[in-house]
C-alpha cells in the first residue's frame, strides 16, 4: 500500500494549531506523514497493529483512540486525519482526547462528508473492512461538546483564500487532474475544532 495521503491545507490547519504546542498526539496516524511538521515538538504517532499504510517505524505508541494510554492532560494538540470514521465508538474517543488535552488544548478533525461516508461504508461492507461511522460535522459538534469541548465547524477549504487553497489546487494540479476533480475533491472534506477550557499551555 501507499505511504498515505498528506494534504495542503491540513499542513496549513496543523502548522498554525501548533504554534504554541509543545506536545502532539495524532490518533490513527497510518504511515504518520505529518510527522515532519513537528520536529521541534514532542510528535506521538498512534494506531492500532495492521493499520492501513502502516510500515514499520510509522507509529509510536500501537493504542485503541478508545483507551488511549497516556495521563491526563499529556498534549497541546490531537488531530486526526480521516480515521475517526473507522473508530467504532466516537463519544468514547472524544472523552479520551478530552482527558489527555491539557487545558486550553485543541482536537482537529478532519472527515470526510457525510455522501463520501456512506460510500466508504457501502465499499468496506462488500470487502469486509472495517468501517464505522456515517456522521454530519453537526453530529461531531455536538458530541464534543457532550465531552465538554468548546467545538465548532471550520470553513472547508473550499471557501480559503490565499494560500491553502492555491498550495492544494497546485499540488493536485501537479498531479494531473483536471481542474474540476480538484475543486470536487476539496469540497470532499469537513473539519471540526475542539477546545478545551482553561488557560492555553505555553
Same mark, same amino acid.
Given at each position: 500500500?501507499?505511504?498515505?495521503? $498528506?494534504?495542503?491545507? #491540513?499542513?496549513?490547519?496543523?502548522?498554525? *494549531?501548533?504554534?504554541?504546542?509543545?506536545?502532539?498526539?495524532?490518533?490513527?496516524?497510518?504511515?504518520?506523514?505529518?510527522?515532519?511538521?513537528?520536529?521541534?515538538?514532542?510528535? #506521538?504517532?498512534?494506531?492500532?497493529?495492521?493499520? !492501513?499504510?502502516?510500515? @514499520?517505524? =510509522? #507509529?509510536?505508541?500501537?493504542?485503541?483512540?478508545?483507551?488511549?494510554?497516556?495521563?491526563?492532560?499529556?498534549? =497541546?494538540?490531537?488531530?486526526?486525519?480521516?480515521? *475517526?470514521?473507522?473508530?467504532? =465508538?466516537?463519544?468514547?474517543?472524544?472523552?479520551?482526547?478530552?482527558? #489527555? *488535552?491539557?487545558?486550553?488544548?485543541?482536537?482537529?478533525?478532519?472527515?470526510?462528508?457525510?455522501?463520501?461516508? @456512506?460510500?466508504?461504508?457501502? $465499499?468496506?461492507?462488500?470487502?469486509?473492512?472495517?468501517?464505522?461511522?456515517?456522521?454530519?460535522?453537526?453530529?461531531?459538534? $455536538? !458530541?464534543?461538546?457532550?465531552?465538554?469541548?468548546?467545538?465548532? $465547524?471550520?470553513?472547508?477549504?473550499?471557501?480559503?483564500?490565499?494560500?491553502? @487553497?492555491?498550495? !492544494?489546487? @497546485?499540488?493536485?494540479?501537479?498531479?494531473?487532474?483536471?481542474?474540476?476533480?480538484? *475543486?470536487?475533491?476539496?469540497?470532499? !472534506?469537513?473539519?471540526?475544532?475542539?477546545?478545551?477550557?482553561?488557560?492555553?499551555?505555553?
Amino acid at each position: 500500500m501507499g505511504r498515505g495521503a $498528506e494534504y495542503s491545507f #491540513v499542513r496549513h490547519l496543523l502548522v498554525e *494549531l501548533s504554534q504554541d504546542a509543545s506536545c502532539v498526539l495524532e490518533l490513527g496516524c497510518g504511515a504518520a506523514v505529518y510527522r515532519p511538521l513537528f520536529s521541534s515538538k514532542h510528535y #506521538v504517532a498512534t494506531d492500532i497493529p495492521n493499520s !492501513w499504510y502502516q510500515s @514499520k517505524g =510509522d #507509529v509510536d505508541v500501537f493504542a485503541s483512540a478508545n483507551q488511549l494510554p497516556f495521563a491526563p492532560e499529556s498534549f =497541546d494538540l490531537i488531530f486526526s486525519q480521516a480515521a *475517526l470514521d473507522y473508530m467504532p =465508538d466516537t463519544r468514547r474517543v472524544f472523552r479520551e482526547s478530552y482527558r #489527555v *488535552l491539557r487545558p486550553g488544548g485543541r482536537f482537529l478533525v478532519i472527515t470526510y462528508r457525510k455522501s463520501v461516508l @456512506k460510500r466508504i461504508h457501502r $465499499e468496506s461492507a462488500n470487502t469486509g473492512s472495517p468501517h464505522a461511522g456515517i456522521y454530519t460535522p453537526g453530529d461531531l459538534v $455536538e !458530541w464534543l461538546q457532550e465531552a465538554a469541548f468548546n467545538a465548532v $465547524e471550520v470553513p472547508r477549504p473550499s471557501v480559503y483564500d490565499g494560500a491553502a @487553497k492555491q498550495a !492544494w489546487i @497546485k499540488m493536485t494540479l501537479a498531479s494531473i487532474r483536471p481542474l474540476g476533480t480538484v *475543486l470536487r475533491m476539496i469540497s470532499n !472534506w469537513r473539519i471540526v475544532l475542539g477546545t478545551k477550557g482553561g488557560s492555553a499551555a505555553q
